[in-house]
């Protein structure tokens, strides 16, 4: 078998080698649909990048449909993950909202693959289903976030939806413009003042610079 009961992956016993595990076999998935979207996602294709037969990917997925949605799954449940590590504590919201928007930009601009995979993904939920439901998931839990920040900032219950999307559909506008725009960090900070002063409603004013004194 392809691994032991903890899940851990145990060596071939004809060439010592580990066993490829399913998250191998996914990872390989986000280098195809990063460079070539879903359809460019095939068997044949990732066991000869793999180097081994089509049969090793039958130990992980029942076939090609089982992958998607694996794939479709895992790329949904990490993005809560990201989600929970970014989660708004309360106590300083205006620093939490920079510090937001830094981590969402220069991830972007250093992290090309992952947005190419999130681009593709999106791409592949206007002709999929499931790749559809996962998007929608995933922007609303995005959205929702958002909302706790506004909240946390003294928004109106009223504007909180509004504004919420507002930062989420210009904080996806800027990756998008950023990405793969390495060590440029006057563009990172000037992007992340202009989506932080919408953000706060502060129009053509000034925004608050982080290391001024309080």
Same mark, same amino acid.
């Given at each position: 078998?392809?691994?032991?009961?903890?899940?851990?992956?145990?060596?071939?016993?004809?060439?010592?080698?580990?066993?490829?595990?399913?998250?191998?076999?996914?990872?390989?998935?986000?280098? %195809?649909?990063?460079?070539?979207?879903?359809?460019?996602?095939?068997?044949?294709?990732?066991?000869?990048? #793999?180097?081994?037969?089509?049969?090793?990917?039958?130990?992980?997925?029942?076939?090609?449909?089982?992958?998607?949605?694996?794939?479709?799954?895992?790329?949904?449940?990490?993005?809560?993950?990201?989600?929970?590590?970014?989660?708004?504590? +309360?106590?300083?919201?205006?620093?939490?909202?920079?510090?937001?928007?830094?981590?969402?930009?220069?991830?972007?601009?250093?992290?090309?693959?992952? #947005?190419?995979? %999130? #681009?593709?993904?999106?791409?592949?939920?206007?002709?999929?289903?499931? &790749?559809?439901?996962?998007?929608? %998931?995933?922007?609303?839990?995005?959205?929702?976030?958002?909302?706790?920040?506004?909240?946390? #900032?003294?928004?109106?219950?009223?504007?909180?939806?509004?504004? &919420?999307?507002?930062?989420?559909?210009?904080?996806?506008?800027?990756?998008?413009?950023?990405?793969?725009?390495?060590?440029?960090?006057?563009?990172?900070?000037?992007?992340?003042?202009?989506?932080?002063?919408? &953000?706060?409603?502060?129009?053509? +004013?000034?925004?608050?610079?982080?290391?001024?004194? %309080?």
């Amino acid at each position: 078998m392809a691994s032991d009961s903890k899940g851990t992956p145990r060596a071939s016993e004809k060439t010592g080698k580990p066993q490829l595990t399913r998250d191998d076999w996914l990872d390989a998935a986000a280098g %195809e649909v990063a460079s070539g979207g879903f359809g460019s996602l095939r068997v044949l294709t990732l066991a000869k990048k #793999l180097g081994v037969t089509r049969g090793s990917f039958y130990w992980h997925f029942r076939d090609h449909e089982d992958l998607v949605d694996s794939f479709l799954d895992r790329w949904r449940d990490r993005r809560f993950v990201e989600l929970d590590y970014m989660r708004p504590k +309360g106590e300083h919201p205006e620093e939490e909202l920079h510090q937001l928007l830094q981590l969402l930009l220069t991830d972007a601009s250093r992290n090309v693959r992952r #947005l190419q995979v %999130e #681009l593709a993904v999106r791409d592949f939920a206007r002709r999929n289903r499931h &790749a559809a439901e996962i998007v929608e %998931e995933v922007d609303q839990a995005r959205v929702e976030q958002n909302k706790l920040l506004f909240r946390n #900032l003294g928004s109106a219950d009223s504007e909180t939806e509004d504004l &919420a999307m507002l930062m989420y559909v210009a904080s996806v506008g800027s990756q998008v413009v950023l990405s793969g725009r390495k060590g440029n960090e006057d563009a990172v900070a000037r992007i992340e003042n202009l989506v932080a002063r919408l &953000a706060l409603g502060q129009g053509g +004013g000034s925004v608050r610079v982080k290391d001024e004194e %309080e």
